[in-house]
């Protein structure tokens, strides 16, 4: 599960998160999120595609929405209420998705 992270937590982590990946993360709505444009629906697919057995395998689930060649993934904690470390462990993990090199 995990326990909620502080706001300050919070900051150091986006940071930190953004320091080594190439997508750009950032908090909105109290939930970290990033938005990602590949060059079309099959490679957006196939990143969802990627993302969905990584989270089934950590079970922890990311909000998302596509459209066309865009996705955008919202992480948060459901059991804590807000963000906690699970959200910056998936979002390691999707920023090490080997399809992210084309964007």
């Known amino acids: 599960m995990g326990t ?9 982590e986006v940071l930190l998160l953004n320091g080594k990946s190439k997508l750009v993360w950032q908090v909105q709505d109290g939930k970290l ?3 990602i444009v590949f060059k079309d629906f099959t490679e957006a697919f196939s990143f969802i595609t990627g993302v969905a057995l990584i989270a089934a395998r950590m079970n922890h689930h990311p ?5 066309y060649n ?3 993934v919202n992480l948060t904690t459901h059991d804590t209420g807000g963000i906690s470390i699970l959200d910056f462990r998936l979002a ?12």
């Not at 390691?92 to 964007?103: G, R, Y």
Request: some cysteine; charged content about 25%; hydrophobic content about 35%.
């Open 4 to 12: 909620q992270l502080t706001q300050v937590d919070i900051e150091q």
């Open 33 to 35: 999120s990033t938005t």
């Open 63 to 67: 909000e998302w929405y596509n459209a």
């Open 70 to 72: 865009k996705v955008t």
């Open 92 to 103: 390691d993990e999707i920023c090490a998705l080997d399809c992210l090199s084309k964007v």
